[in-house]
């Protein structure tokens, strides 16, 4: 029993940490996902599918990776990628060309061969959001549109988060790369509807992160606001059967009293009567001052004499 106990805690102390590390593995190993993903062969060249996640190496040749999720524009939803641009090839003339390239994208045949005729054709899938970081410019293109690349969305190693939103009732596909809406396209079945998938050349990249969501509803922006209700209408008054007659000018009354030859004298009676008082009592003063002027002189005169 003493044995049996001993080598049962020995089995315990050697199993406990390969545990542990089995579980450090399984949290730094994992792809964020809820589609399945598949790799189109072509020339050799493909992507790496795995547990990790989607792994594509430098390749000189378009290589491709389908999701099982299918859409044919009647559904809103969002697509969400991490992406790490790992490198990419150090060649003037591929980036001259703009062969470097890598789409986000969507109409991507189900079918392996329609997708090998394509790239033996050239005529490659972008009916999504393609990033070329190294041509002269730096453009994505989005349709037949060729845009600059916000500063910053080419440089090499980097990552890129990128969603790409459908409103089904609006038939509007949003991209948004890192926060910053780049481009907006309409829903063309021609080259939208089919898988969702990636495609890439000249470029190491890995997806470690591929998360779709559909909205039966349709998404948050198409929600509808309610609407005021309309206020009741004003019936319009009824013009009246007979117009009404335009007022005529009023003609001025004549006055009773016939007009004086001259003005009426608008003086205050009261007004003269204090001015002929003042004048009065001025006259008086004025003679008193007078008469004492000569009284004083008669005075000086009769002393004069008197001497």
């Not at 044995?3 to 545990?19: G, I, N, S």
């Not at 003339?93 to 062969?99: F, I, L, R, S």
């Not at 080259?191 to 000249?202: L, M, P, Q, S, Y």
């Not at 007979?242 to 006055?255: G, H, I, S, V």
């Amino acid at each position: 029993m003493k044995k049996f106990t001993a080598l049962l805690l020995c089995l315990v102390m050697v199993l406990l940490p390969l545990a542990g590390f089995a579980e450090e593995a399984g949290e730094s190993s994992g792809f964020e996902t809820n589609l399945e993903w598949k790799s189109v062969t072509f020339a050799g060249n493909n992507f790496n599918v795995d547990a990790n996640g989607l792994h594509a190496p430098i390749t000189s040749n378009t290589i491709f990776v389908r999701s099982d999720k299918y859409v044919d524009g009647t559904v809103s939803f969002t697509m969400e990628f991490d992406v790490d641009i790992l490198s990419v090839v150090d060649n003037d003339y591929v980036w001259g060309e703009g062969w470097l390239y890598y789409t986000f994208s969507l109409g991507v045949p189900e079918e392996d061969e329609a997708i090998d005729e394509a790239v033996k054709n050239r005529l490659y899938l972008r009916g999504g959001l393609t990033m070329m970081p190294k041509t002269r410019d730096g453009v994505f293109i989005v349709g037949n549109s060729e845009m600059e690349l916000p500063e910053g969305l080419d440089e090499v190693p980097i990552h890129l988060n990128v969603v790409i939103e459908y409103a089904a009732s609006f038939e509007e596909i949003v991209y948004k790369v890192n926060g910053v809406e780049l481009a907006v396209d309409y829903f063309s079945p021609e080259a939208h509807e089919g898988c969702i998938g990636i495609e890439t050349a000249w470029t190491e990249m890995k997806v470690t992160k591929a998360i779709y969501t559909e909205y039966p509803d349709g998404l948050p922006s198409e929600q509808k606001t309610p609407t005021a209700e309309p206020t009741a209408e004003t019936q319009p008054t009824e013009a009246p059967e007979q117009p009404t007659e335009e007022p005529k000018a009023t003609e001025a009354a004549p006055t009773e009293q016939a007009a004086t030859d001259k003005p009426a004298d608008n003086t205050d009676p009261n007004g003269k009567t204090k001015d002929s008082s003042n004048k009065a009592w001025i006259w008086a003063v004025v003679g008193v001052a007078a008469a004492l002027v000569v009284i004083a002189v008669i005075a000086i005169v009769l002393k004069k004499k008197k001497k």
